[in-house]
Nanobody
Framework: QLQLVESGGGLVQPGGSLRLSCAAS????????FGWFRQAPGKEREGVSC???????THYTNSVRGRFTISRDNKSTVYLQMDSLKPDDTAVYYC???????????????????????WGQGTQVTVPS
C-alpha cells in the first residue's frame, strides 16, 4: 500500500511561486506513475501534470504548461514547482500514483483521475485576485 503526503501549499500573491512536495512511502518510485491534480470549489478535479519513468515522460495540461514543472528526486519525493501563479490556480492540489503494471496514464497523456489508485490528502493553494 503506497502512502502519499502532500505539503507546500499556501497563500501566494499573483506572479509568485510555490513548490509542492509529495512524499511517497515506496522506495521504487521508478515503477509508479505520478500525477498532480487540482480541484477548485464547484469544479471537477482536473489533471495538472504527470510523470513516469522507464521511459521518462512528463505531461502538462495546457493552462499550466510553461509555468509548472514536475520532477522527482532520487529518494521518494515528487515535486510540482509552480511559477507565475494566477488566481485561476487556486485549488486543492492532490498527488496521485499508480503502479505502471496497472496503468500508464502519463504515457497516454490521459491524466484521468480514475486511472490512479493512491491519493494524498491534498494541500490548499490560494492565489488572491
Amino acid at each position: 500500500q503506497l502512502q502519499l503526503v502532500e505539503s507546500g501549499g499556501g497563500l501566494v500573491q499573483p506572479g509568485g511561486s510555490l513548490r509542492l512536495s509529495c512524499a511517497a512511502s515506496a522506495v521504487e518510485l521508478d515503477y509508479y506513475s505520478f500525477g498532480w491534480f487540482r480541484q477548485a470549489p464547484g469544479k471537477e478535479r482536473e489533471g495538472v501534470s504527470c510523470s513516469e519513468m522507464l521511459p521518462t515522460l512528463t505531461h502538462y495540461t495546457n493552462s499550466v504548461r510553461g509555468r509548472f514543472t514536475i520532477s522527482r528526486d532520487n529518494k521518494s519525493t515528487v515535486y510540482l514547482q509552480m511559477d507565475s501563479l494566477k488566481p485561476d490556480d487556486t485549488a486543492v492540489y492532490y498527488c496521485a500514483a499508480v503502479h505502471v503494471t496497472r496503468a500508464r496514464p502519463c504515457l497516454s497523456a490521459s491524466m484521468q483521475s480514475n486511472e490512479y489508485v493512491y491519493w494524498g490528502q491534498g494541500t490548499q493553494v490560494t492565489v488572491p485576485s
